[in-house]
């Protein structure tokens, strides 16, 4: 039976008991605090606790999922997998034990029709009811039924929360698979008994200290692997010999010139765990999710080497996950061309370094083969220089018989972040690290309010000029949004705060220029810049837009990658495989500048965290939230959790603009942009710049057109028709005030299309004079031959032009010796502050011993300068135009010996 048939036929069974299809999770949690999807109740974790009342009570699903607790184990034995898929079956509060027990057996021995005799039973061995249902009710001899203890037979989804008792059906694959012990039975070590269900009764939530609390609606939560009941219906002693796995197998043997298969089967599985996270919007990283991706992809990679493929090949078999995939999980094909591109290029990152981190290990290796242990230090420069994970180093060394210094390598991380956070604070006047504030409690932040505030000193700082107040309109700089300033006010005197920073505590630190009679008790006016927040707030919301904008044009993977917002710009960076393009950065601009237009309301909703998950608001992973959040609502279109201060309504941002946009990393790009008077000012200034070079270059075009006409040009070029003229700048303002970025741009590329013009004008010109001269010199060579005096029997000519360029003193020199047959010429071009020069002598005279070179060293001598050539033709430059007739003496003296 195929792959595709069984997931088929058990969502069918279950239907057919009551159950409702539903769709699988994203491998990627809604709920940010778990990095990846481990089992199919995750999604259903908030109704398994009564935190949500379930539309359904009997679900059925498949569901893709991820563990990377087992990576030593994948490839090395039959069964052990990254991404797998769990077919499950829930109850909500309906059914429990019994029927879980009896649907799962039906299932198995009616519909799949696996023989009776090879299933064996596994029970938690307090839970007398199992047992009960299974021996009594289903008839099955107590032989068959083993009791086994809370590490095989209770079940949690982690630490913490929903967990029971579970029961597991083991598919027995004969006593040659076993490890020949009389008492050999499920729970045992060898491969004989394959788990093929689990049967799991969610009885208790386990809170933060271990307690078990029953819980007031009981449930169901089955999972049986997909890839395990393939193995077993489709005769196969090897999960990886099944139909999910054949094709990437094949592809890889046909690639493959050296190696195990073991680094074969290691590929295959990391390949259906690549392909399916990128689909769900995890791009390579060197953080949470996105280095997940990242350590499998280059694992994958390295054991491509041993099997001799010296080229990027992964991106090529995630095209065939697609293929063998897509029918059951269509989003797949939605995104192959993404899939592939983003593992061709971290591919291409990874091998651009492989070789060299290779040698380098091996070397490291070898001179640690007497004391088996590579250090922290070591560990870590392959980490950061090669790319090495920590996880693929350690790997490598096992396989050598060596160790890794772990906690070092944690200790050279540590100081890379470390370096990382004073490069941030670098411009920091308050070193947090430093401030003993365990006297002051978190400061009240009122700021959300008030521009304005009556406080008291709490602490002062002179040694950091930092004070602390016990409430603040001040919003320390956090979440990516500078801090504030302003001035603090009193009777006699004020001071003023320069930059506000919050500490880990919820402390606000307001640095201050001065001190004066600051002192604790003091009652004070703080008092924000309250221009500077509004502009502040305007990029703040715009960056909010920005963010749902690029998800809408480029894709839901897009992700925040970091962020920083001030009063003069904003800086966005966020998760993506590749430039993003002119066209598409000009479709974003105008969606955020179309918002803007429609003057959305942009509200702040406070929930519980539960809640704003629940309402679809993006957060952070890794973010560490309150119970209660801020929800940023934008209108219908943006929701996401913030504590930053924004404008009321999108109207207030006035107009954005996008200024730049860059790779920061590996699947991470960069965006800056202005919002309000910035933007404003960026695009008028824009224009005055392109409107002073246009003018520039149109008058440099007119004093071509004079020296064209003065060298006997009849064409004219009309350059009137590119001026700017004012009627163009009362457009491009109400462009602006109309949020009509789309007029703008073309206002902008329609400048920069004039000056373009006028630049190849001015180059096309510029050669039309240089051949009019090069005429002209022509035309008037033939008179300097009279001009030719003889000098020792030489016929010579000193001849000095102003500005004629070398091609033009060419054209003199090859007519002039064409004429006179033989003769030496020596010519010299002016500039301001330099001069060209040209030494040419006929061949029957350099074989009586005149030479170009010596001519040109007693020249450049007297100049300045240097040239070179040949004894019939020297070509040069010198830096005294004054004193080329002195270089001509010069030349003369020599030639008359």
């Not at 970091?562 to 066209?583: I, M, T």
């Not at 404003?680 to 003018?695: M, N, P, Q, S």
Request: proline share 3%.
């Amino acid at each position: 039976m195929k792959s595709s048939e069984i997931r088929e036929k058990f969502l069918r069974f279950f239907e057919s008991k009551g159950h409702r299809r539903l769709p699988g999770s994203s491998l990627v949690p809604a709920d940010p605090t778990v990095l990846l999807t481990l089992a199919g109740m995750l999604q259903f974790k908030p109704v398994f606790l009564g935190q949500e009342k379930p539309a359904q009570r009997r679900v059925t699903t498949v569901q893709k999922c991820l563990r990377m607790n087992d990576l030593e184990n994948v490839g090395a034995t039959p069964r052990h997998h990254t991404f797998f898929e769990m077919l499950g079956n829930f109850s909500f509060g309906d059914y429990f034990k019994k029927e879980a027990i009896q649907f799962a057996w039906e299932f198995l021995t009616k519909e799949l029709k696996l023989p009776v005799q090879k299933l064996k039973i596994a029970v938690y061995e307090k839970d007398d009811e199992a047992f009960k249902i299974w021996h009594e009710d289903l008839g099955l001899p107590k032989e068959i039924i083993f009791r086994l203890g809370e590490e095989n037979n209770f079940w949690a989804v982690g630490p913490t929360g929903p967990c029971g008792p579970c029961s597991e059906i083991y598919y027995d694959l004969g006593e040659e698979r076993g490890c020949g012990k009389p008492d050999c039975s499920p729970g045992c070590d060898c491969d004989r008994f394959l788990e093929i269900w689990n049967l799991v009764f969610i009885s208790y939530n386990r809170n933060e200290k271990g307690e078990l609390l029953p819980l007031k609606q009981k449930g169901i939560d089955t999972g049986m692997g997909l890839e395990r009941i393939s193995a077993v219906l489709q005769g196969v002693d090897d999960n990886f010999e099944t139909d999910l796995f054949a094709p990437l197998i094949r592809k890889l043997e046909a690639l493959r010139t050296a190696g195990s298969p073991v680094s074969v089967r290691i590929i295959a599985d990391h390949t259906r765990a690549i392909t399916h996270l990128i689909a769900d919007g995890v791009f390579p990283s060197n953080l949470g999710r996105g280095y997940v991706l990242r350590r499998l992809v280059r694992r994958a990679i390295s054991h491509g080497r041993r099997l001799g493929i010296g080229r990027p090949f992964l991106h090529e078999l995630c095209r065939e996950v697609v293929s063998d995939m897509k029918d059951a999980y269509p989003r797949l094909a939605e995104k192959e061309a993404e899939i592939a591109a983003t593992v061709k290029e971290e591919e291409e990152n990874f091998f651009a370094t492989l070789d060299q981190g290779m040698k380098w290990f091996a070397a490291t290796a070898e001179r640690h083969r007497g004391d088996k242990l590579i250090s922290g230090a070591e560990a870590f420069k392959l980490h950061d220089t090669y790319g090495f994970p920590v996880e693929l180093t350690v790997e490598l060394a096992k396989e050598k018989g060596i160790a890794i210094d772990g906690a070092g390598f944690e200790r050279e991380m540590e100081a890379q972040r470390e370096r990382a956070r004073q490069g941030q604070q670098a411009e920091k006047k308050a070193d947090l690290t430093t401030l003993d504030l365990g006297v002051c409690p978190p400061t009240d932040f009122t700021g959300y309010e008030k521009t304005a505030e009556e406080a008291k000193v709490m602490a002062v700082f002179p040694s950091h000029n930092v004070v602390v107040l016990d409430k603040t309109p001040f919003y320390g700089e956090s979440g990516g949004q500078c801090g504030d300033s302003g001035l603090l006010a009193w009777n006699k005197g004020e001071v003023r705060v320069l930059n506000t920073y919050l500490s880990p505590g919820g402390v606000v630190l307001h640095v201050v220029d001065s001190f004066k009679e600051l002192t604790p008790g003091l009652k004070v006016e703080a008092r924000i810049d309250a221009a500077r927040r509004q502009a502040i707030a305007a990029h703040h919301t715009a960056t909010h837009l920005l963010h749902r904008a690029l998800r809408d044009q480029l894709g839901e993977h897009v992700k925040q990658a970091g962020s920083h917002v001030g009063p003069d710009k904003l800086r966005f960076d966020f998760s993506h495989f590749h430039a993003v393009s002119q066209e598409e950065l000009q479709k974003i601009e105008q969606t955020v500048n179309q918002k803007i237009a429609a003057k959305l309301k942009v509200e702040v909703l406070r929930k519980s965290y539960r809640e704003a998950v629940a309402l679809g608001a993006m957060a952070l992973f890794g973010e560490k939230y309150g119970e209660e959040v801020r929800v940023l609502k934008i209108g219908g279109y943006s929701l996401e959790l913030c504590g930053g201060t924004h404008v009321r309504s999108t109207g207030e941002i006035q107009f954005f603009k996008i200024v730049s946009e860059s790779a920061l990393g590996s699947g991470v790009r960069r965006i800056e942009a202005l919002a309000g008077q910035a933007a404003k000012v960026h695009v008028i200034y824009r224009v005055k710049a392109l409107h002073d070079e246009i003018g520039a270059l149109i008058g440099r075009c007119r004093r071509q057109q004079a020296e064209r006409e003065k060298l006997g040009s009849e064409e004219r070029q009309e350059t009137n028709i590119f001026e700017v003229e004012p009627t163009e700048i009362e457009r491009l303002s109400k462009a602006v005030d109309a949020h009509d970025s789309v007029s703008v741009d073309k206002f902008l590329e329609h400048l920069s299309g004039r000056v373009d013009w006028l630049k190849e004008r001015l180059a096309k010109s510029e050669k039309e004079i240089l051949d009019l001269k090069e005429r002209q010199a022509s035309r008037e060579a033939a008179g300097y031959l009279s001009q030719l005096s003889e000098l020792k029997g030489v016929r010579v000519l000193f001849k000095e032009f102003d500005g004629y360029g070398m091609e033009m003193l060419r054209t003199v020199s090859d007519t002039l010796q064409n004429q006179a047959k033989s003769c030496v010429l020596v010519l010299a071009s002016t500039f301001p502050g330099r001069l060209i020069y040209l030494i040419t002598v006929t061949p029957d005279l350099t074989a009586k011993g005149l030479s170009a070179c010596k001519l040109a060293e007693a020249f450049t001598a007297v100049v300045g300068g240097k040239g070179g050539g040949k004894e019939t033709k020297v070509e040069g430059g010198g830096k005294d135009p004054a004193r080329v007739q002195e270089g001509f003496a010069a030349v003369r003296k020599l030639i008359a010996g």
